[in-house]
């Protein structure tokens, strides 16, 4: 049996993070998307036009996705054929964590509205034709779903990632030394571990 896992990183990362994973995924091939526009209906095509060259070589194709990266997953593939995802600080509600920024930055739906974009004081521009783009495009995500999330992830909060959990068929590992970016020694080490045990079932049914 064929087995592919599509890696959809996430903001300023790449398809390169694939050579990385590889010691973790044993009888998997790994093929990363590499994209840099990060409007949703941009990354969706290109998400869904890899999945189909996918699905045409390989018997199973699995997930792996990094923050903003799983919500791009989720929103391109919510319908279609995936063995099993695994989600690295996975972005569950775009639409919270978009209206978490407009309250941050002091900005009302009606401001951003009148404006169109605006850039706020922390580097990211907010658009209201993404926020109206997602709330109009609802994620209904079916696929068995592991979830590595950092207690100490200031991006997405716990209750969002439980909120998520409890509506969906997910797990979730909290790593109590992580921040949203896995990056240092021992973060990187947990993340290894808890890749390959997510991954593991599947050499056993070849």
């Given at each position: 049996?064929?087995?592919?896992?599509?890696?959809?990183?996430?903001?300023?990362?790449?398809?390169?993070?694939?050579?990385?994973?590889?010691?973790?995924?044993?009888n998997?091939d790994?093929?990363?998307?590499?994209?840099?526009?990060?409007?949703?209906?941009?990354?969706?095509?290109?998400?869904?036009?890899?999945?189909?060259?996918l699905?045409?070589?390989?018997?199973?194709?699995?997930?792996?996705?990094?923050?903003?990266?799983?919500?791009?997953?989720?929103?391109?593939?919510?319908?279609?054929?995936?063995?099993?995802?695994?989600?690295?600080s996975?972005?569950?509600?775009?639409?919270?964590?978009?209206?978490?920024?407009?309250?941050?930055?002091?900005?009302?739906?009606?401001?951003?509205?009148?404006?169109?974009?605006?850039?706020?004081?922390?580097?990211?521009?907010?658009?209201?034709?993404?926020?109206?783009?997602?709330?109009?495009?609802?994620?209904?995500?079916?696929?068995?779903?592991?979830?590595?999330?950092?207690?100490?992830?200031?991006?997405?909060?716990?209750?969002?990632?439980?909120?998520?959990?409890?509506?969906?068929?997910a797990?979730?590992?909290?790593?109590?030394?992580?921040?949203?970016?896995?990056h240092?020694?021992?973060?990187?080490?947990?993340?290894?571990?808890?890749?390959?045990?997510?991954?593991?079932?599947?050499?056993?049914?070849?």
């Amino acid at each position: 049996m064929k087995k592919v896992i599509l890696y959809i990183h996430g903001k300023n990362g790449s398809h390169l993070e694939t050579s990385e994973y590889k010691k973790n995924c044993i009888n998997f091939d790994i093929i990363g998307l590499e994209y840099n526009d990060y409007l949703p209906w941009v990354v969706k095509n290109q998400i869904i036009l890899k999945y189909e060259e996918l699905k045409n070589i390989y018997d199973q194709i699995w997930i792996i996705a990094n923050s903003i990266g799983a919500y791009f997953a989720m929103l391109a593939l919510q319908n279609k054929k995936i063995e099993k995802s695994l989600f690295i600080s996975p972005i569950t509600d775009m639409e919270k964590l978009i209206i978490e920024m407009m309250e941050f930055a002091h900005i009302s739906e009606e401001n951003l509205k009148e404006k169109g974009e605006i850039i706020t004081d922390f580097g990211e521009t907010l658009s209201w034709v993404y926020l109206d783009y997602v709330r109009k495009n609802p994620i209904k995500w079916n696929i068995p779903t592991e979830i590595l999330y950092g207690e100490k992830d200031n991006l997405v909060s716990v209750a969002t990632i439980y909120k998520f959990i409890d509506t969906h068929n997910a797990k979730l590992t909290i790593f109590k030394n992580g921040e949203h970016w896995f990056h240092t020694k021992e973060q990187i080490a947990f993340l290894n571990e808890w890749m390959k045990k997510g991954t593991q079932f599947s050499s056993l049914i070849n």
